[in-house]
């Protein structure tokens, strides 16, 4: 098969060989001699295939358990590259991606390739789409001006195109991926896709800098909604929305931390009183963690839509106040959550788009003959393709989502995980396993179920262990904005059967979002490692005293060093009836 | 050459070389020895040591330093005697007072930084090869850790046809399973690496796989972080136990797999 594709590419080529001479400048086509094609093949094969699939279809072994899916070759559309909207890429659009990959996606950067291989791989996945040997889809790249400065003026002339354009449709008002449309949106096959999260660069597929945020409004992402405004919008003001669109960017770099600094306050903590919570926290700094999917025990979610959590905390004499904020595209309150629920084994590879009416009613059921119905169920799964599959359930659940707020089966969440308690001293390394504790171990989850906004505590002895307690209160507060979802907790700093926070204490603490859009529950969560928590002392550590102790003891031995020299040098000056003088004329050095 | 900065070790040999042209006095010379030794270890190797180690040698030479200068009247005599002219000389009597200044404010200094350094999480030493057990059980299968290897890897001589068969049924499990934390290209640099502490193994790296029998990547494999000792810290591992999800043979094949991946073959038995 590969050999007759590879025939017919060979034609085309010569075939457009012939026909070079009357084409216009801007048309090249160079799909390469078959000798660079076959040894792309090599590397394609190793590198590329387990995704892409070997036959360039985008259906290789990983396709099912990532998103945003890996690129189908055959279709000949390319969502980076600096050609005009539904144009073929250049080659350098396509080594860009080689190259350094598109960031938190399943498309890593290739370093390790050389400039000779990645031409040869471009030139073997060009010969998948019969469109690059079409001279009329190929047009010149488009010229990237020098980006404007961001003025006042010009990020607020950003601002009304953001609004006249309505991109805030999609990436939401203040551009955190939460637009009205955003939970409806698919690509050209059918596939969820999501708009991207504008406050966090780090994560544009694109890239992150001015002149690839311009590239994307100039030339489009094809075969995604992510329109070209090249021919809406003039230069000048795609260069006001770039600005403005990098405005809303939370710095060019996650800048994942690796501990929470809780701050003392004298003042109370009220979780009702909106206005001085938010004043106590202004005050603690915040950390953003690193969020992954859990993938290491059944029920494994393998692409969380939510990366990060940002989390910050304070305390005062008695009770401490955790507070944490993720983004999350949707507000989904209404459905159900809690961290034992079960996902069965063939859902692990079911995102958002799933086939609700197989286990919406009659979930229970399922539950009940999981053992029985597990194999059939996948059959059936990967048996129907993609193509029925997002055809009938993807429409049906965008229907009910429109119908109704936050429509999902299940609600979004969120926990801390502590340790049930601090490790011994003598082995101060040990903790819980950082998935819901062992039984030897145990963690404690403060859970908070967005459908009911309160906090719930379990106890968890491993992932099948988990189980409600009621021993400590743990209270919770809990609000959406645009795209935002913001959490405080407070509980006491004493407990009486978990940890208590002690004054300048480190305190290991885990987190878990849950993304009930993306049909998360139980343990198909995002997860963070171990991190800690510092309560920094209650009484500010004074820098001066120290300080200037430390100068003053070297200056006191030095003094003392002087004085005894000198008096050591006149009683030899007296004894022998010479002066001070002589002395150094006597002892002069070899130097 | 041996992993050393040479620019560095050149200068400092020089400035050894105009010392002793300069026929330079002993205290002089004590003060290069530690100074010359302290950029030595600093800048000296392509890879720094750790500084706990550069502290150690530092130390020592010190204190061999202090007994060479004070072995002998003449030889004390001479060391201190810059000192003495430094104190004593009205000539000498600006440098004293910047002296003065100077050392009590690096000392502050130091304090000063001490104090203020950004807190950090505390972290933990592991063992990242742990000593497995003498033998395991997989799916009711027993193996001998000592003396068990992949079953399947006498094919790539007997018979490559089978033995190309279980390689790509490895990078089926590899690729449905694996590549989110080890990586694409297996360099241990997945999309899930960034979030898990400690990160993932890197199956190019020489000082992996063909360093362990692949009784011990089974090991691994199989029994996850779960199976580790406690010098491991299993709690930390996000390694799954993948016996949950795979049969024995799958697992022998993608251990296969990651081997011939990288061009690499495991220890054989009893090799060292």
Redesign the interface.
């Known amino acids: 098969m590969t050999g007759h594709a590879m025939g017919r590419t060979q034609a085309a080529a010569t075939l457009a060989a012939a026909l070079l001479v009357a084409l216009p400048a801007s048309a090249q086509v160079d799909l390469g001699t078959e000798e660079q094609r076959a040894a792309g093949k090599v590397v394609y094969d190793k590198y590329c295939g387990q995704c892409h699939g070997d036959t360039g279809d985008g259906n290789g072994y990983a396709t099912p358990r990532v998103r945003p899916k890996p690129r189908d070759f055959t279709t000949g559309k390319y969502k980076f590259r600096t050609t005009p909207n539904g144009m073929l890429p250049t080659d350098d659009d396509l080594r860009r991606i080689i190259e350094i990959g598109a960031p938190y996606t399943s498309m890593p950067g290739w370093p390790n390739l050389t400039s000779a291989e990645i031409q040869n791989v471009i030139y073997y996945i060009k010969s998948f789409s019969p469109d690059f040997e079409n001279p009329d889809r190929y047009a010149e790249p488009i010229e990237i001006p020098r980006p404007l400065e961001s003025t006042e003026e010009s990020i607020a002339r950003g601002r009304v195109l953001y609004e006249e354009q309505a991109c805030g449709a999609c990436h939401g008002e203040v551009g955190r991926g939460d637009g009205a449309s955003a939970p409806t949106l698919v690509n050209d096959k059918g596939d969820p896709i999501r708009a991207a999260d504008l406050t966090q660069r780090w994560t544009y597929r694109g890239g992150p800098t001015k002149e690839d945020i311009y590239r994307t409004f100039s030339t489009g992402l094809n075969g995604t909604p992510m329109p070209s405004y090249a021919d809406s919008l003039e230069v000048e003001d795609r260069q006001h929305l770039v600005n403005y669109v990098y405005s809303l960017g939370d710095g060019d770099d996650p800048n994942y931390g690796t501990l929470i600094t809780a701050v003392y306050s004298d003042e109370p903590i009220d979780l009702q009183d909106g206005e001085s919570l938010d004043a106590l926290f202004e005050s603690a700094p915040m950390t953003r963690f690193p969020l992954v999917g859990q993938i290491t025990e059944p029920g494994r979610n393998f692409f969380p839509p939510v990366t990060s959590i940002e989390a910050q905390a304070v305390y005062n004499r008695d009770e401490i106040a955790f507070r944490v904020r993720w983004h999350d595209l949707r507000a989904d309150t209404s459905g159900r959550n809690n961290p034992s629920l079960e996902v069965p084994m063939w859902d692990e590879d079911n995102g958002i788009g799933g086939d609700e009416s197989d286990d919406g009613g009659d979930s229970d059921d399922f539950f009940g003959d999981f053992g029985g119905e597990e194999a059939p169920a996948e059959d059936d799964f990967f048996g129907d393709s993609g193509d029925d599959f997002f055809g009938d359930g993807g429409d049906d659940f965008f229907g009910t989502a429109d119908a109704g707020a936050g429509g999902a089966e299940f609600s979004d969440a969120v926990a801390l995980q502590f340790p049930a308690s601090l490790a011994p001293a003598e082995s101060p390394e040990l903790k819980p396993y950082f998935l819901y504790g062992d039984a030897q171990n145990p963690v404690d989850l403060w859970f908070v179920n967005l459908t009911y906004g309160v906090a719930d505590t379990f106890r968890g002895r491993g992932s099948d262990a988990i189980e409600p307690t009621e021993a400590d209160i743990v209270e919770a507060v809990t609000s959406y904005d645009q795209g935002a979802w913001t959490v405080t907790y407070k509980r006491r700093r004493s407990s009486r059967a978990g940890v208590s926070f002690a004054e300048e204490q480190y305190t290991p603490v885990a987190f878990s979002v849950w993304d009930g859009f993306n049909r998360e529950r139980g343990n198909k969560r995002a997860l963070s490692s171990w991190f800690y928590v510092y309560t920094e002392p209650s009484v500010e550590q004074a820098v001066a005293g120290p300080v200037l102790r430390a100068a003053l003891i070297v200056l006191a031995i030095e003094l003392l060093v002087v004085f005894l020299v000198r008096r050591r040098a006149r009683q030899q000056a007296a004894g022998e009836g010479t002066s001070g003088a002589s002395l150094t004329a006597t002892e002069a050095p070899a130097v | 050459m041996w992993g050393l900065n040479l620019p560095v070790v050149l200068a400092l040999a020089a400035i050894g070389g105009v010392l002793a042209w300069?026929?330079?006095?002993t205290l002089?010379w004590l003060l290069y020895t530690l100074g010359a030794l302290w950029a030595f270890f600093r800048f000296g190797f392509a890879v720094p040591i750790p500084q706990s180690v550069a502290t150690i040698y530092l130390g020592i030479t010190g204190l061999a330093l202090v007994c060479y200068a004070s072995s002998s009247r003449e030889r004390l005599a001479?060391t201190v005697?810059?000192?003495?002219?430094l104190?004593?000389?009205p000539r000498y009597r600006l440098a004293?007072a910047g002296?003065?200044v100077a050392?009590?404010?690096?000392?502050?200094y130091?304090?000063?930084a001490d104090?203020?350094v950004p807190?950090?999480?505390?972290g933990?030493?592991?063992e990242v090869h742990p000593p497995p057990p003498t033998e395991m059980t997989v799916h009711d299968e027993t193996i001998d850790m000592a003396t068990a290897e992949n079953p399947y890897l006498h094919y790539k001589h007997d018979d490559p046809e089978l033995y190309a068969k279980h390689l790509e049924n490895g990078?089926?499990v590899?690729?449905?399973?694996c590549?989110?934390?080890h990586?694409?290209?297996m360099?241990g640099?997945?999309?899930?690496a960034?979030?898990?502490?400690p990160v993932p193994s890197n199956f190019n790296d020489v000082g992996t796989l063909p360093i362990l029998q692949s009784s011990f990547v089974q090991w691994r494999i199989a029994k996850?972080?779960?199976g580790l000792p406690?010098s491991g810290?299993?709690?930390?591992s996000?390694?799954?136990a993948w016996e949950?999800?795979l049969t024995n043979e799958e697992m022998w094949d993608v251990n296969l797999f990651i081997y011939d991946?990288n061009g690499y073959e495991p220890r054989a038995l009893g090799q060292h």
């Open positions: 300069r026929r330079a006095n002089v001479e005697q810059p000192i003495k002219r104190i004593l000389e004293l002296l003065l050392l009590p404010a690096l000392a502050a130091n304090v000063y104090l203020t807190l950090e999480a505390p933990f030493g592991r990078r089926r590899y690729y449905e399973n590549f989110w934390c990586g694409d290209g360099g640099d997945g999309m899930f960034h979030g898990l502490n996850g972080a779960p406690a810290t299993p709690w930390d996000a390694m799954p949950k999800f991946f």
